[in-house]
């Protein structure tokens, strides 16, 4: 028999809350807004609050009561595991039977957007595990992140807040949009910087292992981790099961249905901008009503179309394009697209997270041109 706490069903449609929501200030918190979101956390509430890559929907992550409100929440299948955020390596030794020279090394990335698997302690519930012997341990930067796990004095643990399925919340409204009146309180600290969520590594293995690409790169992480070892290629069916089971290809889907154009070569995208042109003629001459996600440069071939435009940013500018991928899917599924257009990066840098994140919305409905 597994361990595995039960699923807590399908999503329910009757929001039973009122969702309060403060302003707080992202880089310096006031200090009452803090005092209050922890309060909620102690209560056993779920506080949804920004990170430095993407809206968290916490709860204190040493309460199985509490963390099993945070499933219900989000309709989040209980088989899905949950990364705990700390802000101290004192606390990290609580929640790992890892000895504290193993990690190390994740002094280069933390604080920041890194999430690393590693065997877990009696003290990490199996509820947050989904009944796993490791837990995924972050220690975020984003000062109300910090301000709110200091407050509480518990580790949180938060998967990104948005509705299972749907695309990560870069911005407060995106968390309404799918969660309002399904948690107690949101604390609004503008639009996060990063716009893609944690790059998770296990260290559980021999050798670590990329687990979810994401905000920091592999390349980045092979400059400490030289002996990395990277996932087999991507398109994986949804019936395989995975190590990360939030690996699985449907994730991050807007409403619309989402197309990607790849180029074969390593060059940035005009032949992908070309076939995705002409695949918007085609669907206009159908009645389709197109959005496209690109980058500002490849969007003036577009300009005189009557298509919905959402910008990534400037072409060279990855990290803008990080910022601004999740918003613009909501941003085309809010102005009622059928379908949303897309190019793929250069698999490289933030590109590999991109492209990781852009299939899973296309539920790997990708042309390669
Ligand atoms: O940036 C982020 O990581 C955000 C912010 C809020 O910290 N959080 C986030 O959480 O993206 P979530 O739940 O959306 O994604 C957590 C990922 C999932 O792919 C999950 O399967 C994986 O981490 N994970 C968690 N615990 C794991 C474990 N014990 N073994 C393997 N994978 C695990
Ligand atoms: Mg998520």
């Known amino acids: 028999m597994s361990n595995a706490p039960q699923d807590p069903g399908p999503f329910s449609p009757a929001p039973a809350l009122t969702t309060r929501v403060m302003h707080v200030n992202p880089a310096s918190p006031e200090p009452d807004v803090i005092a209050q979101a922890a309060a909620v956390v102690q209560a056993g509430g779920l506080v949804a609050f920004p990170t430095e890559t993407v809206y968290g929907l916490g709860a204190n992550a040493l309460d199985p009561t509490a963390v099993k409100r945070i499933f219900r929440a989000k309709g989040r299948p209980a ?160 019936s395989v099961p995975l190590k990360s089971p939030g690996t699985h290809l449907k994730h991050y889907s807007p409403r619309a249905k989402v197309t990607l154009f790849s180029v074969a070569s390593s060059e940035a995208g005009s032949e992908g901008v070309d076939a995705l042109r002409a695949e918007v003629l085609e669907s206009l001459k159908l009645g389709v009503k197109v959005g496209v996600l690109l980058s500002e440069e490849s969007l003036l071939a577009l300009a005189e179309l009557p298509v919905e435009l959402a910008s990534l940013g400037e072409a060279a500018r990855l990290e803008q394009a990080g910022a601004r991928l999740f918003a613009g899917l909501r941003l085309l599924d809010e102005r009622g697209v059928d379908v949303i257009y897309a190019v793929t990066f250069p698999e490289a840098g933030l590109g590999r997270t991109l492209n990781d994140r852009l299939r899973r919305a296309a539920e790997g409905r990708v042309r390669f041109v």
């Open 79 to 238: 088989a899905d595991p949950l990364i705990v955020h700390v802000t101290s390596y004192d606390v990290l030794t609580t929640l790992t039977t890892l000895p504290l020279e193993r990690l190390a090394r994740l002094k280069h990335f933390w604080p920041g957007p890194l999430t690393v698997v590693v065997p877990k302690t009696a003290l990490v519930p199996l509820e947050v595990t989904a009944g796993l012997d490791s837990v995924a341990l972050r220690m975020p930067v984003h000062p109300v992140a910090r301000a709110l796990i200091d407050a509480a004095g518990t580790p949180i643990a938060a998967p990104s807040a948005n509705a299972f399925t749907r695309p990560s919340p870069t911005e407060a409204r995106h968390v309404l949009q799918d969660l309002n009146g399904r948690f107690e309180l949101l604390l609004d600290g503008g639009p996060t910087e990063h716009g893609l969520e944690s790059t998770v590594l296990d260290l559980t293995g021999d050798v670590p292992s990329l687990l979810r690409p994401g905000a920091v790169t592999v390349e980045a992480l092979q400059a400490v981790f030289t002996d990395l070892a990277l996932p087999a290629p991507q398109f994986l069916p949804d």
